[in-house]
Nanobody
Framework: QVQLVETGGGLVQAGGSLRLSCAAS????????MAWFRQAPGKEREFVAQ????????YYLDSVKGRFTISRDNAKHTAYLQMNSLKPEDTAVYHC????????????WGQGTQVTVSS
């Protein structure tokens, strides 16, 4: 079992940057694939980015490629999402998630942090 706590959300103007952090409890953080999802009001939750346990492979939603960077520090049990060149359409609640590599879906979720981008 792992507990995830996101921090770093807030209000930012378009073109600005934010860095989200996801702190994980437990001793097996390095075993998990970590990801970020987001959900805007009235919309379904969507995948944003994923990073493998070693950090050597990352995957992104097309609309955030080149602007967002996912990373992790296994020693600190923390995953990050650096968000640059933010747009109003990035406004959403951002959740981090974790799963074991053999799992088909993410089964550990954080409570989310609000990101609001003003135009």
């Amino acid at each position: 079992q792992v507990q995830l706590v996101e921090t770093g959300g807030g209000l930012v103007q378009a073109g600005g940057s934010l860095r989200l952090s996801c702190a994980a409890s437990g001793r097996t953080f390095s075993s998990y694939i970590m990801a970020w999802f987001r959900q805007a009001p009235g919309k379904e939750r969507e995948f944003v980015a994923q990073i493998t346990w070693s950090g050597d492979s990352t995957y992104y939603l097309d609309s955030v490629k080149g602007r967002f960077t996912i990373s992790r520090d296994n020693a600190k049990h923390t995953a990050y999402l650096q968000m640059n060149s933010l747009k109003p359409e990035d406004t959403a609640v951002y959740h981090c998630a974790a799963k074991y590599p053999y799992m088909a879906s993410y089964n550990f979720w954080g409570q989310g942090t609000q990101v609001t981008v003003s135009s």
